[in-house]
């Protein structure tokens, strides 16, 4: 195996280049090679763990927040459906790369594995976009909601958030080409991989100005809303006309706040390995073993932190939203009690046509005894 699909094998974004000329793989019996022994084991079992929870849980959220159709609703909830079926595509892909995983990185899918190549790695992109975009609308529809209430009735429409929400979903999936333009299945001598072609600086180039743009600059506008939204909180608290109102107010800021330090906690190490890789391919410093371990081992583990939170936020919604909670518990009474009245019409059913049936055993049984009297 030559050092570029050694260190394609790592991360499903596969951040690395063949650095120098074909000689290089002479010196590979001097390069360190990856600590993380058993990944082909504890991977599989973290992508399956996430897959099963994600889809269960995602799943969960669309049902509970459609039930209520347009009446009870509340503005950030277009939001939160959104953001779950975002996450719900991307768990669907995850049994291909935990099947992936356990061939030790090879991606061994027949003939339409170069297609199920490109579009899983597109499908993660496109989630990676979408996710940040849509927590960054929600930390904006908090501002409003809080500090900007009265001169935002327009923004906060529900026309106007659904603009929103399509302009979200095309954007990522503009931002998602490259992942699709630039994976490929590759074949190598110890088997066919799906890697990415790292050899253009272009690309590099891009990814790293893609990062800056999808991850630092939604942050830096996420911590600016907050920062106003409690600046303006322990201001006006003391003042705050209709208390109730404004505890509402706290307890959506506060959840919404939840669903994002989890989102930046699982995402950060990911694109801190992702730059750094970057950085040092575009760099003129020259390393013959390519990617070093420690960078490997680190984007492997903040791959699967980052693969994480697309099983995370249901649980958030679950414990920290009353709001979600009570509509649960409605879809679940309501479902109750279809189900209780079912079961009584059935055994209605089933009472009347026993009566009915006895009632024809006796008749025939009289009208058999009358035949014998006579």
């Avoid at 049902?63 to 768990?91: E, H, P």
């Avoid at 930390?139 to 327009?154: E, Q, T």
């Amino acid at each position: 195996m030559d050092s570029y699909t050694e260190d394609m094998l790592y991360d499903y974004y596969n951040y690395t280049e063949s650095f120098g000329d074909g000689n290089v793989s002479l010196f590979l019996d001097d390069c360190p090679s990856s600590h993380l022994r058993g990944s082909n084991i504890f991977l599989p079992v973290v992508y399956y763990i996430i897959f099963f929870t994600g889809v269960v849980g995602n799943l969960f959220v669309i049902t509970v927040m459609c039930s209520k159709g347009q009446r009870g609703g509340r503005l950030v909830d277009t939001f939160i459906v959104n953001l779950a079926m975002a996450d719900l595509v991307f768990v669907l892909t995850l049994p291909l790369w935990a099947h992936s995983a356990i061939q030790d990185g090879q991606w061994d899918f027949g003939p339409a594995g170069n297609l199920l190549c490109k579009f899983s790695s597109y499908i993660i992109a496109v989630n990676r976009f979408s996710n940040i975009a849509f927590l960054t609308c929600m930390s904006v529809d908090r501002y409003l909601a809080v500090v900007k209430l009265m001169d935002s009735r327009y923004l906060r429409s529900s026309s106007c958030i659904r603009c929103t929400c399509t302009a979200v979903w095309v954007s990522s999936l503009v931002f998602g080409i490259p992942s699709w333009v630039y994976r490929d299945v590759t074949l190598s001598g110890d088997g066919v991989f799906c890697v990415e072609n790292n050899s253009s600086p272009f690309f590099l180039g891009m990814s790293l100005a893609i990062t800056l743009l999808t991850f630092v600059f939604p942050v830096l506008i996420i911590v600016l809303c907050y920062g106003t939204i409690v600046m303006h909180l322990n201001k006006h608290c003391v003042a705050a006309v209709n208390p109730r109102a404004e505890a509402r107010r706290r307890h959506s800021v506060k959840m919404v706040l939840s669903i994002i330090v989890v989102f930046v906690v699982s995402w950060l190490p990911f694109n801190i390995f992702k730059t750094i890789i970057i950085g040092s391919q575009l760099s003129v410093v020259y390393q013959r073993c390519g990617v070093p371990p420690w960078q490997k081992d680190g984007i492997l583990i903040s791959c699967c932190l980052a693969f994480i939170n697309s099983c995370v936020n249901p649980v958030i919604y679950f414990f920290l939203d009353h709001h979600f909670r009570r509509q649960a518990k409605i879809l679940y009474t309501t479902c109750r009690g279809k189900q209780k009245v079912q079961q009584s019409h059935n055994s209605s059913a089933s009472f009347t046509n026993a009566g009915t049936s006895e009632s024809f055993a006796t008749t025939g049984g009289r009208r058999t005894q009358l035949h014998v009297i006579q």
